[in-house]
């Protein structure tokens, strides 16, 4: 069958030309197929000759399968011949022509677009670091204490973030309303669970006693009927506990750690922290450089790779939902979304998504990065614990796999990185007051100035 292809960005278009005589042998192949589902008086089923089916139910009864035959052997002849401009979808088939004995047919199809690629190496990017202080570490230091405090009931008065155990009951002039009472309630004052001015009345009170807090719930309050209105809590305290925090030294530090020192903790802290913040810094520079690749380049995007980035962005998202305990129909059911509303939303997000795919596979292409089998199995070897017990095992066909991918992207990325131009940071200037300026009134007022993948392969 004759063809000719054309290419216009990332959709090819082959039209075909099918002769009288391939015309006759589609129509033949389409009788001997279909024939078992006519029936023909004086013929058992599917013994009926072609031209006398086509007597009884019309000169055109094989025409759409002969059509649907002859595509696709159009199709498949292409697929063996043509080596280049691979598929990334199935065709669409329209006809150009037909005369009842020969056909003319068209099928498009999309393929992976080019990309014209921006600089890849040598890319300008702001350096991302992220120092670890002294600072830091004591403020970590101070969270675990707290998280180590000790509730101790007292009978003193009840203090800004001491624990008030309350039974409570609200009522709105004099009605009370739904979710505004509970018992043995624990309340951190200060934490700024309640609405405003409810934790600050409950200052003061000592255990036993009785208060009616009065309090006003705001006009963007939830409840409808609650907004604006003015509430009244009869309160009963049960207790008032205060938090006893350890001190921070030497014996702390070893119930708390496998540390005998308060310094070797903290040593351990930082140099945790250190390591969080480089490995930080280095996700962020190889995103710099990344997107601003990325912003450089350009790609006509067919449709189906921009939906098949979705489906990948699903598939994520539903395995997320999954480790939180939430199916992904419940979620969009609470959210009162739908899925396609969810990718329709994310259509754009998709779109770079698919752009960046398609970047890093060029550059990828363009530098000739490859891994090896023996490189993939030391990084298996190098990072799987040993076994209690006997040998390690070899990596399977799919962890060899997935091995050399991500090899093959940490070159790309140490690559791209090493050859980045990093500029730091520009440090932000003190904040500094302005003079006081006087006013008609004579108040004074100061102003204070401040300044604020990856890796698939396309199918």
């Not at 009931?153 to 800004?160: D, I, K, Y």
């Not at 030294?249 to 308060?262: I, M, N, P, Q, R």
């Not at 090899?407 to 791209?416: F, N, R, T």
């Not at 003079?435 to 100035?449: G, H, L, W």
């Amino acid at each position: 069958m004759k063809y000719t292809k054309s290419r216009e960005k990332s959709e090819v278009s082959v039209k075909f030309e099918a002769t009288e005589e391939e015309w006759k042998a589609a129509q033949m192949k389409a009788y001997q197929e279909t024939k078992g589902k006519y029936n023909v008086p004086g013929f058992r089923k599917g013994k009926a000759p072609k031209h006398m089916i086509e007597t009884m139910y019309g000169p055109s009864v094989f025409v759409d399968d002969a059509m649907d035959i002859i595509i696709r052997e159009g199709w498949e002849q292409f697929l063996g011949e043509e080596k280049d401009d691979t598929p990334i979808d199935h065709p669409d088939a329209s006809i150009d022509s037909f005369d009842g004995k020969t056909l003319a047919f068209t099928l498009k199809y999309p393929v992976k677009p080019e990309v014209q690629l921006g600089e890849y190496k040598g890319v300008k990017i702001t350096k991302a670091e992220y120092p670890v202080t002294d600072e830091q570490v004591e403020a970590e230091i101070k969270s675990m204490l707290n998280r180590n405090a000790r509730e101790e009931e007292t009978e003193e008065a009840a203090e800004n973030g001491d624990i008030v155990n309350l039974d409570y009951s609200g009522s709105v002039d004099g009605v009370k309303f739904d979710g505004g009472t509970a018992e043995k309630y624990s309340l951190t004052l200060g934490s700024g669970t309640f609405i405003p001015g409810f934790e600050d009345q409950l200052i003061g009170v000592k255990k036993g006693e009785e208060k009616d807090v009065v309090v006003k719930f705001p006009e963007d309050y939830h409840a409808d009927e609650l907004k604006g209105k003015e509430a009244v809590f009869a309160c009963k305290i049960n207790s008032v506990s205060t938090r006893i925090i350890p001190e921070a030294d030497d014996e702390w530090a070893k119930d708390v750690s496998e540390y005998e020192t308060l310094a070797d903790l903290k040593k351990s802290i930082k140099d945790r922290m250190i390591k969080s913040s480089a490995d930080r810094a280095k996700r962020d520079n190889e995103n710099a450089v990344i997107n601003a690749i990325v912003d450089a380049s350009s790609a006509d995007i067919p449709e189906v790779l921009i939906q098949s980035y979705l489906d990948d962005m699903l598939r994520d998202f539903e395995m997320r939902l999954y480790y939180q305990g939430m199916k992904l129909e419940d979620y969009f059911k609470y959210m009162g979304t739908t899925v396609e509303q969810w990718r329709k939303d994310r259509h754009d997000d998709a779109r770079r998504g698919a752009l960046t795919r398609l970047c890093l596979e060029t550059i990828i292409q363009r530098e000739g990065i490859t891994a090896t089998d023996e490189e993939a199995e030391k990084e298996y070897e190098d990072s799987m614990p040993a076994p209690a017990e006997g040998e390690k095992r070899k990596p399977d066909e799919r962890e060899i796999a997935y091995l050399k991918d991500k090899i093959v992207m940490d070159k790309l990325l140490a690559l791209l990185v090493d050859s980045a131009v990093m500029t730091e940071k520009a440090e932000e200037e003190p904040k500094s007051e302005e003079a006081p300026k006087p006013k008609k009134t004579t108040k004074t007022t100061a102003k204070t100035a401040t300044k604020t993948t990856a890796k698939k392969k396309s199918e």
